[in-house]
């Protein structure tokens, strides 16, 4: 449904609602009821936020959108890689590719669902024991 492929094309450009609706002069509560199916769009406010989400409103209505990674998304997992390998060098491990690999996904996954929910920006303290127990325990 067009509500459904609206807010993956937010989360896809990396952006919050909050963000959105300042980009395009609307409220929060406007777009959450658009991304819930509640609330109609008219054709000017799928332009608007097709604008801001790099997407045609054909595209989505055609559910034709290809999807690629958002340079948000790709400074997170170098945020995440950065922060990973500096944890194997301090602690002087060198687990395999695998184990780095998964280590590097769940951090990611971790710290994506945290943005979305909350807007965080990348914190790698918060990480700092999670890293080392997954390095180590695999």
């Not at 777009?31 to 989505?60: F, H, K, M």
């Not at 807007?119 to 390095?135: C, H």
Request: glycine share 8%.
């Amino acid at each position: 449904m067009l509500h459904d492929l609206l807010k993956q094309a937010r989360k896809d450009a990396g952006l919050t609602m909050v963000q959105v609706a300042e980009k395009v002069g609307m409220s929060q509560s406007t777009i959450s009821r658009i991304e819930s199916g509640v609330g109609n769009i008219t054709e000017v406010q799928l332009s608007d936020l097709c604008a801001v989400y790099g997407v045609s409103p054909s595209q989505l209505r055609d559910d034709a959108v290809v999807r690629s990674i958002s340079e948000t998304d790709l400074n997170r997992v170098g945020a995440v890689i950065e922060f990973v390998e500096g944890v194997i060098h301090e602690e002087g491990i060198r687990p395999s590719p695998q184990v780095v690999r998964d280590t590097i996904l769940a951090i990611f996954r971790q710290e994506n669902d945290l943005a979305w929910e909350t807007g965080a920006t990348f914190d790698p303290g918060r990480y700092s024991e999670l890293v080392s127990i997954l390095l180590r325990n695999k």
